[in-house]
Structure formats: structure tokens, C-alpha cells
């Protein structure tokens, strides 16, 4: 095949699969958002169809020749086309591993399971959750066995599709070294006294929090022109191109700051997507890079920044307009103290940024055994409740609030959760980096957050998947992976609030 | 062909066609209800895509075999089958009566006046918008003369795509017995003293308005789980399946009845679609049949019912419960009076339901006069407002209020227009029908309108297209349409609103 032919033909199938995936993004957004309960079946049976046409793009012979023309004629062939036949060739390889019939029963397994997942957690009804989530194992594990051709423990095969380069031989001391640094410092905050200041025992109309959400997003940055608000069960962000992402809250009556914090994730996402350059969208370069670098954008507003001490004043003047009564008499150091009170809890997306990274790692260490087979899924509730009391000292009530409080497995995303403890761990690296170029606090306390989304930007959003995630990182981070960066960061922010050390 | 292969084909298309609709359809409704602003970008790749797709399904020279082959075996298919193959020739034959060349120069043609239209609409610019029209005329001619091949009248042709059997011959004496019997009537009414009661005047917050909004659809008999409301600048239905159907609706603080209105009728086009069989869903039996049928339905809730003086009490008790300060001290029959007020205005959208008909007539009588050739498109404001004048007394200001007001003629729907008024005249005679079976006004005085959603589902929504409409409204209004009906009703209630006779 000729290199010009093999490019128009990469062009043609990236047009499609854009069409394909814009068409499946919004009908995913619509069914968490707005769509009636009901909507599942004609929706399952579109995206059943959509799939299988997306599947189609790259299928037959022709697809890997033409890839292959790409590749063998990289000295002919301009950057964005190169990378993209890269990246096309991993999601190639990935996805014929499955026959398109187990593709395809995949996704209609998943939407299920999604559905019932839903369900269960309302009811707190494992069992009604557990076949689906066995199905699920099964498929990611032969899935695992076929991709990692014996070659590779299955969890290691997984995990690299979210983290390129993520390994249990990385990930087991990364973890060893949090529980190490972290876990004598949370016995002495139990230890003092709680934080716990009356004002955040008010109540916080949602019609207000809606307001307020707006001025979040318009105090990160984000233009409402590009990016709206919705409301789900469990929040999530789904870029389509630059100029149009959503993100998703959920708001609960006695506590302003679980959407808020919702809302500040997201729009972290959100940013990162809209930061892509130009003349990356509609093709696969667009949008962020791994869920390791992801997770370090919307975890850098969410903790870095907004969980700061120079925010918490732009913060606490937003807050004292939209909620005048609830805040009155507050000032900025309580606003401070009462955001980022340490106290194990059940919940991962609600516990503060000390103690987030140990849910994680119960986590890491359930799909573990779950993905290399040593624990059945008739065990799970079980080991989940047992690793909260070992680890956080917290006994779990329900599995609501304990093994179906998360959306991922549902949608059979083993090996998502450490790329959340990356994120944090790589964000702190970067902060470091970006100190060193801009004042960051300056910047926090005037509550226009515009310039840290500029050196973002500049460093990491703008090349979307140009750059291999690890060249990304380096450029960012200044130097490679080191967990010290993170647990000083958590010791000296912890230590301080608590008047340990 | 094998007719098995042929059945097995067609159902293949019709998934295809379902799931490529689905997916349009919900890009639609998110583009127009929570989509951000710049989001056009990447919906207009998509949907282009997407229309491409379903182009194709039936592209090609098979298709038409496959046709043949289901329709020549009517003994050997199914009933359902057979319908389907049927409809989808009539919608093959409607297709291919224009070129390629000429049917996607069309599409170009149509997505350029409705730009132009809306400009010229706020600007009031009809020299603007006639070179536009002109092409769209003769476009439309073009069609109905290869259609019809010179042995129908052209209108004739257009009349039967919206409303199958509709024809100038049935038309003309039906909208002639509309005047003459409502002329009168309206001339008497202005001479009484306008119905203008205080407490319309009121503002009613758009907050309480969405509750009421999730109240009137409780009323109506609309199940939440099927159904959501959105909110949009021109209210509309789209429904995907029964189990998946979007109505919208534009709140006016300053007018708690235009909405309230559109949620009602919206919500009728929504019972229709969510009434049809299960086993009709996800082939192109689903939903509703003519455009003057599915106006029957959603006409048949906003005015035969929800205009009724039975159906004010319960609706009074609603609007006290979420506006008690709006509507103190008002009853039942000061509401009744005040959603029937009739006064000649220019808006057909807003007009009530007594001089409605005569705004539908005004356009049938101009598209006569259109497409059969005798009038010329500069001369098309002098004849609308000179017919205003004559038929309803108001004088058109300027093109925004007169000739430029609808969207239809700028989507080159010409013909659409007399569907309204038959929809409305097809609903009395359903009412007429369903008073012998059922306690109509008992039920409307209950506010609870199930029971009369039944009825309607058992003769008309459960067979989605599997009938011939004709069938069909035979079926529901015990006879062949009979102008008499409705003029009738009409007649009966405003003279008893205004005390004449």
C-alpha cells in the first residue's frame, strides 16, 4: 500500500470512529443524566449497534497494513500521523484480542450490569450484583490471559491499560511506602481532638449548591461555553472534543462540600480535555493522555489547590455570597481546618486527602486476588469489610457504603483504581515543578485560577496523546516517580493542621 | 431472493435504522436541551456521519429486492412484516422520485433557509427569505409532478405525505364549513367584553413552575420512568422507543399557562408514542402514524380535556399547592374562563382554540395557491395579510408577526400545515366516540386522566403504524371525519363562555 493511500485511509477511520464515539459519549451522558429510567433497552440495543460498527472500522485485513505502511515510514510521515498510528496499533492489538461476538456481548453485559449495579447498591443487595460482577471477572480475566499470552501476571496486563508502565512490581512498593509513611501519622490524629466545626452541620439547599457549582467552575476557569453541569449518581467527566465536555455532581442537602469538591474533580478533567490542542480533536490524539496523568489534573484542583490554605479565602467570600447564613462569623483558617479534616472513613470519593490513598490500596489489593484468582467473588464483601477495619479502623454497615459504593467495577474497570494514588502522587511532582515558575499561592488566594491551568496547559494538556504519557510526565514532574514527594506533602500539610511534630 | 433471506435482511435494516435514529435522535435532544453552546462542532461531524450510515442502509440494489420479494408473498408473511416492507417501500418510492444530485442538493437548500429564515424572521425581511422560498417551491413542485405523474394535483401530493388520503377534495369543504360556521361565532364573541382576569397577570417563578411542570405530567397519566421533560426554546417530543420518549418545554415567568400548555400537548404526542405495542418497538411500527393523528392526541389532552371545565378542579388544586400566592381566592370556573379566553390574534402558536382552525386555513388556502401555481412568491405577505384581516380582523404589523412566523416553509414543508386542524377535528370526534364507553368528564374531574389514556391506547396508540391510519381513525372516531363534530364543539363551548345564543 502506498503511504499516501495508507494516511487518507487512517484519516477516513479516525472521522468514523469519531462519529461512532461522539454519537456513544452523549448517549451514555444523556442515560446518567436526564434519559427516563426505562431508556435502558433501546439504549442497549443502540450502543450494542454502534459498538459493533466501531469495532468494524478496524477490522479486515486491510487495517493492520495499513498501519503497518504508517509505522515502516516514520521518516516520511509527520508526528500527529506517526503517533496515531501508534496509538491505534496498541487499541488494535487490545481490542482483537476478543472475537467481535465477545465484544460486543461485552458491552451489552456491561450496560446491564451497570443497570443492576445501580439497583443493588440502592438496596444494598450484594447478591443481586454478584453474578453480573462474576461475568465481568471472567471476561477481563480471559481477556488478560489471551493479551498477556501467559507472559504476564493477568492484574499486571490490566493495569497497564489504564497506566502505561504500571506493574505490581511499581505498584507494591509505591503502596508499602504510603501505608509506611502514613499509617503512624493517622494513629496520632485519631488521637487529638476532631475537627469538627458546627457551621458545616447546616443545611445547604440544592437549589443554592446549583448556583454555586457555577461559580466553582467559573472560579477554575472553565468556559460554561464548553463544558456544562449535570447530575448523577456518581460524578464523572466525558470529554467529546475540546469545546464540549460534561461533567457530573451530586448534591446532598446536609453537606455543601461533597458536591463542591464533585465539581472542582471534574472540572479538573474538564480543563485537561479542553486544553488539547486544536489540531488534535476529532482524531485520537485528542483529550488526556493515561488515567494515572488524568486523575493528577483533577486531583491537583480538588487537593493542591482548592484544599490550600490561600484558596480557602476567594473560596470562603463565594461561599458567604451564595450562602449567607450558613457561613456567617466563618473565617478562612476554619474554612481551611473544616475542608481537609482527617478522619478514616467509608466512603473513598468523600475521604480526605490523607487517608484517600489507603482506600485505594484496599482496593489495589482486593482486584489483586480478585484478577490473579485466588479470591472468589462470594468472598469479596467479606475481605472488603475485613481491609477497612485492618486499615482505616472503620467497620462497614452495608455493603452500600462498602463493596457497592464504586461504579468501576460495573463497568469491569479492574486495575482503574491505583491510577487515583498516581494521580495524587505525580500531581504533588508537579506542584513542586510549578513553584518553581509561577506563585502558585499568589495565584490560589486571588481565586482566579487561570494561570496554574495556563502552566498545565502548557506542560501537559496541549499535547493530549502527541507525547508518550512517561515524556509527558518527566516534562512535568521534573524527574521520575518518587512517592516522597507525596506522603512530606501529606506529613507536613497534616502535621501542621494537627500541631503534630 | 429466498422470502426467508428477504425477512431476515429487512429486520437487519431495521436494527440498523433504529440504533443510527436512536443515537441521532439523542444527539438532537441533548444539542437542544443541556449540550454547552460550542458543542455544534463536533455534533455536526457526528450527525453527518451518522445520516451517511443511514443513507446506506438502503442504498444499493438490493434493497429494492427485498422489497419486492415480501411484498409479492403477502400469504406467506407475517402481518407485521408485511406492514413494514409496505411502509418502507412507500418511504423508498418517496426517496427515489429525485436524484442523488438533487436530493442532497436539497438538504443544502433546506440547512441554508432555515439559517436565512431565522434572520430574516428577526429582522423582519421577507425579500430576505423569498429566494429561498422560491427554490423550495419549486423543488417541492418538481417532486409532486414526478410523483404524481400528471395525474394528481401537485398539492394533492404533498397533502397525502403528511396525512395519508388527505386531498384538497376532501380539504376545501372542510375548511369551508369551518368559516362558515365559526365566523360568526367569533364576530359575536368580540363584541363581549374581554375575559381578562387579574390573576394572570401574576409572575410565577420558573423554580415552581418546573415542580408544577412534574405534576401536570403526574396528572396526565405520564410515567416518569418512560418519559422526562427538558427545557428548550420551541417545545417538542422525540421519542426513541415506549420506553424512552423526551418531551420540552420554554418557561415565560411572566406566564404560567404557556408552558403549562406545552407540557400537556407535548405530553400527548408522548402518551401516543409510549402507548405502542411491545412487540411493535424498535422496527419502524413504533410510534405514532400521520402527523394529523399524532396532533389528534396531543390536541386531544390540551384542549378536549385540559381546557375543560371538569378538568380546572383538579388543576386548580395543583396550581394552589405550588403557586398559593398567585392563585388565592380563585376558582375553578375564573380558571376555566381564563385558559378559554378567545380573541383573533397573529400567532398561530399562541392562538386559542376557537380561531386556531382559521390560522390553519389562512396557510392551507396560501400553499393552494403556492404549489398549484397561481401565485407568485412576491405576492405571498399581501395575501396573508390581507386573508388575516378577512378572516380573523387583525392587522399584520410586519412580516415577523405575519407571512415569516413559522419554521415549516423554510424545511420546505408544505402541505404539514392542514394536519393541525385535522388533528383537532379527528380528536372531537374521538371524544364523541370514547363518551359512550366511558365516564370522560368524571375522570377529567378526578385529575387523574389514566383511564382515558386506556381508551385512547386501545384504539389508537397500541398499533403504532401497523394499521393504515385510515383504519385506524375509522376505528377511534366511529365514522369517516365529519367537519360537523368539531364546529359542533367548538360552538357548544365558546357560546356558552361568552353567553350568546
Redesign the interface.
Known amino acids: 500500500m502506498e503511504l499516501k493511500t495508507a494516511i487518507e485511509k487512517l484519516n477516513e477511520i479516525q472521522?468514523?470512529q469519531?462519529?461512532?464515539r461522539?454519537?456513544?459519549s452523549?448517549?451514555y451522558?444523556?442515560g446518567d443524566?436526564?434519559?427516563?429510567?426505562?431508556?435502558w433497552?433501546?439504549?442497549g440495543?443502540?450502543l450494542?449497534?454502534?459498538s459493533e460498527?466501531d469495532y468494524k472500522t478496524t477490522d479486515g485485513p486491510e487495517y493492520p497494513e495499513i498501519l503497518e505502511t504508517i509505522l515502516a515510514n516514520r521518516e516520511n510521515t509527520d508526528e500527529k500521523t506517526f503517533r496515531q498510528a501508534e496509538l491505534m496499533k496498541e487499541d488494535y492489538d487490545n481490542m482483537h484480542v476478543m472475537s467481535m461476538e465477545e465484544y460486543v456481548a461485552f458491552q451489552e453485559l456491561t450496560n446491564e450490569a451497570d443497570t443492576v449495579w445501580h439497583e443493588a447498591k440502592e438496596k444494598s443487595d450484594y447478591a443481586m450484583f454478584a453474578p453480573l460482577l462474576e461475568k465481568l471477572i471472567d471476561y477481563q480475566k480471559r481477556y488478560a490471559e489471551r493479551k498477556g499470552k501467559g507472559e504476564k501476571k493477568l492484574y499486571d496486563v490490566l493495569l497497564d491499560e489504564y497506566e502505561k508502565g504500571a506493574s505490581m512490581a511499581m505498584l507494591d512498593p509505591f503502596f508499602q511506602q504510603i501505608r509506611e509513611d502514613l499509617t503512624p501519622l493517622i494513629l496520632e490524629i485519631a488521637k487529638k481532638p476532631a475537627i469538627d466545626p458546627p457551621f458545616l452541620k447546616n443545611t445547604w439547599p440544592i437549589?443554592q449548591q446549583r448556583i454555586f457549582s457555577e461559580k466553582v467552575m467559573r472560579m477554575e476557569g472553565i468556559?460554561?461555553?464548553?463544558?456544562?453541569l449535570?447530575e448523577t449518581e456518581h460524578p464523572f467527566t466525558d470529554g467529546?472534543?475540546k469545546?464540549?465536555?460534561?461533567i457530573t455532581t451530586h448534591y446532598h442537602e446536609e453537606d455543601a462540600l461533597s458536591s463542591m469538591f464533585s465539581v472542582i474533580h471534574e472540572g479538573g478533567h474538564a480543563l485537561y480535555d479542553m486544553g488539547s490542542a486544536d489540531d488534535l480533536?476529532?482524531t485520537c490524539l485528542a483529550g488526556g493522555s493515561t488515567m494515572g496523568i488524568h486523575e493528577s489534573q483533577s486531583r491537583f484542583y480538588e487537593n493542591l489547590i482548592c484544599r490550600s490554605r490561600a484558596f480557602c479565602k476567594p473560596l470562603l467570600k463565594v461561599m458567604q455570597e451564595v450562602f449567607p447564613e450558613q457561613t456567617k462569623g466563618v473565617t478562612a483558617e476554619e474554612l481551611y481546618r473544616a475542608i481537609n479534616k482527617s478522619q478514616p472513613s467509608l466512603i473513598r470519593t468523600e475521604a480526605d486527602e490523607l487517608t484517600y490513598p489507603l482506600h485505594v490500596m484496599i482496593r489495589y489489593e482486593i482486584e489483586k486476588g480478585m484478577i490473579n484468582g485466588d479470591l472468589k467473588v462470594s468472598e469479596l464483601p467479606g475481605i472488603w469489610n475485613e481491609l477497612y477495619k485492618k486499615y482505616l479502623g472503620v467497620t462497614v454497615p452495608d455493603d452500600r457504603h462498602g463493596i457497592l459504593q464504586d461504579s468501576h467495577w460495573s463497568g469491569a474497570g479492574f486495575g482503574y483504581f491505583p491510577s487515583y494514588a498516581l494521580g495524587s502522587a505525580y500531581g504533588v511532582q508537579m506542584l513542586r515543578q510549578m513553584e518553581k515558575d509561577i506563585d502558585v499561592w499568589g495565584i490560589a488566594e486571588s481565586g482566579d485560577l487561570r494561570p496554574i491551568t495556563a502552566w498545565l496547559a502548557d506542560k501537559i494538556h496541549r499535547y493530549g496523546c502527541l507525547k508518550k504519557p512517561q515524556e509527558v510526565l518527566l516534562n512535568a514532574m521534573g524527574g521520575p516517580l518518587d512517592a516522597s514527594f507525596y506522603t512530606g506533602y501529606l506529613k507536613d500539610k497534616y502535621e501542621d493542621l494537627y500541631g503534630i511534630g
Open positions: 472521522k468514523a469519531y462519529a461512532l461522539h454519537a456513544m452523549v448517549i451522558v444523556d443524566t436526564v434519559a427516563p429510567k426505562n431508556s433497552k433501546g439504549r440495543k443502540a450494542a449497534y454502534l460498527l437549589a468556559d460554561p461555553d464548553c463544558c456544562t449535570g467529546m472534543n469545546w464540549d465536555v460534561r480533536q476529532f
